[in-house]
């Protein structure tokens, strides 16, 4: 298993946290309650975590594949998004504002393979639902029918597309705060609503969101005190990232959370492996095997039992050695 090195060390979690009691066993404190876990999460069922009390915080994060999303779904998540993340973290873009709607339904349909109970969101790009509520209904029509998702999720204030989108039968995941979409209005990846008024005009978006039809918000690089205030109004659950822990679920980009991407990290961002530097090494010792010939070894090849003398050869070989 990784050890955790350098960045923020994780705190023990609840099921691993030693007891307080001396001498006896350890004992786990009381795990957050919920009345249902589904087989299989829906938009309904996320929706009403915000108004069940004592309802265990939401799970989501981003997958970008096939193999990303059966790992994320074998471990319990609730909700995978296929974030325009994908720009940055697997194409290898300096922001997300390029990826196309095509490149994204690739993904999109690689991560529907991999999935059992998770619910699939598709983010729908910079320029998909920028020109009105017609595009964005056409381009979340092609994520659901070609990719399979099963909702959706816009960046900013725009209560008529979730409108339009929810008429569409279309769930729609709503995302406020650093919308890494809005880069240029905001000059820069910056925290935002800081102050009076930047507040307010966030909650007042979030509760126009609610009111269009979003089934949940997510709440990105805001202080956890506004995160929290919004948390508490709202009936759609929140789903925070650098938002603090009062919202109603976390969500983690994937490489980051592995440690797959190894370029400063947002403070929010807390690795659970280190993931690229164990695949560094793994490769640099393949290369070295393969320079010294330790690799293939003899095991690792095939022989050609037709070639009559070379079974008896291998046989005292194993004998003999
Ligand atoms: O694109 C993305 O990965 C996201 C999450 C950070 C919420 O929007």
Redesign the pocket.
Known sequence: MATFQGGKTPQPSPSTAPGLSSGGPAQDPPKPKTRHQPKKVTAPWVRGRAVEADAQPLV?V?AYDYPQARTADAAGVDLV?V????AM?VLGHDD?LSLTVDEMLHHVKAVRRGLKRALLIA?MPYGSFHLGERQAVENAIRFVKEGGAEAV?I?GARPEVVAALTAAEIPVMA?LGL??QSLHQFGGFKVQGRGDDAAESLLQAARAMQEAGAFSL?L?CIPSDLAQQVSAELRIPT?G?GAGVGCHGQ???YHDLLGLEDRLAPRFVRRYAHQGSDARQAIEAFADDVRHRRFPSRDESYADPSRSNRPVVETLEKIYG
Do not use: A, N, Q
């Open positions: 989501m981003t998004l974030g325009d993340s994908l973290v997300t983010d999720k960046e995302h919308t890494p997510v990105e789903i990232i969500v983690l980009v």
